[in-house]
């Protein structure tokens, strides 16, 4: 079974608008963390924003939020104000087993393509 | 303060070579993580390494693959007799202690087999 589930492929916004970019995860460990990485056509990953499980506030990073439903193993990003330069692929992670014993190895969702249109 | 340093950027290999990728991490990060992006896919975690020792390294394909991180000096992922099926981006991820909440990844390389 998928441990995360990005399920769309491609994603198209108009410059200035939010836009959701789904992701559901599958876990049964009670202490876990959730990422969300960009990478742009030129290859780099970078890091946007971080969920612990047991946060009780959902994460925000300037105009990226992140729309935590635990019940629902749900972590999807919200990008505020799009601009062009967030075309972009995002992919979400998970680590498992915060609590202890972790080996600290993320765990990838396939990824979205994020293309913004002027 | 640099950040986690992979070299080369591209490499390009013939069938049968053996391709050696670095990872300088962080500077006081101890833990490096290897991972493995084949075209239109997520990063699929290959090994975990501290200094001088491999941790995880159930991600790491049985054969030809290998992995290090010495005392001094950077992390080397070495491919030995090379495939085209190892055409991929390979991705080092460095942190300062296990389970950190944030991994700093290189640039990557870029490895073509021909």
């Known amino acids: 079974a998928q441990k995360i589930t990005q399920t769309q492929p491609g994603m198209f916004v108009q410059e200035k608008e939010a836009v959701t970019l789904d992701c559901t995860y599958d876990t049964s460990d009670p202490s876990y963390g959730l990422f969300w990485y960009k990478q742009p056509s030129s290859g780099e990953m970078i890091f946007l924003i971080y969920?612990?499980?047991?946060?009780?506030q959902n994460a925000t990073e300037g105009r990226y939020s992140l729309n935590f439903q635990k019940a629902r193993k749900s972590a999807n990003l919200v990008i505020s104000a799009s601009q062009l330069g967030d075309s972009a692929m995002y992919f979400c992670?998970?680590?498992?087993?915060?609590?202890?014993?972790?080996?600290?190895?993320?765990?990838f969702g396939k990824g979205t393509k994020l293309s913004v249109k002027p | 303060n640099a950040g986690v340093m992979q070299n080369p950027r591209h490499l390009v290999r013939r069938r049968g070579q053996e391709a050696r990728l670095r990872c300088s991490p962080m500077k006081g990060h101890s833990h490096v993580y290897w991972y493995r992006q084949l075209p239109e896919e997520g990063l699929k975690f290959m090994v975990y390494?501290?200094?001088?020792?491999?941790?995880?390294e159930s991600g790491m394909p049985k054969e030809r693959f290998s992995a290090e991180f010495p005392k001094e000096g950077p992390s080397i992922l070495r491919i030995q007799q090379v495939v085209r099926g190892d055409s991929a981006a390979y991705f080092c991820?460095?942190?300062?202690?296990?389970?950190?909440?944030?991994?700093?990844f290189g640039q990557g390389t870029r490895l073509t087999v021909v």
């Open positions: 390494l501290q200094k001088e020792n491999i941790i995880d």
């Open positions: 992670a998970m680590r498992e087993g915060l609590g202890g014993g972790s080996q600290g190895n993320l765990i």
């Open positions: 991820a460095s942190s300062p202690w296990e389970g950190n909440t944030e991994a700093f």
């Open positions: 969920q612990g499980s047991y946060d009780q």
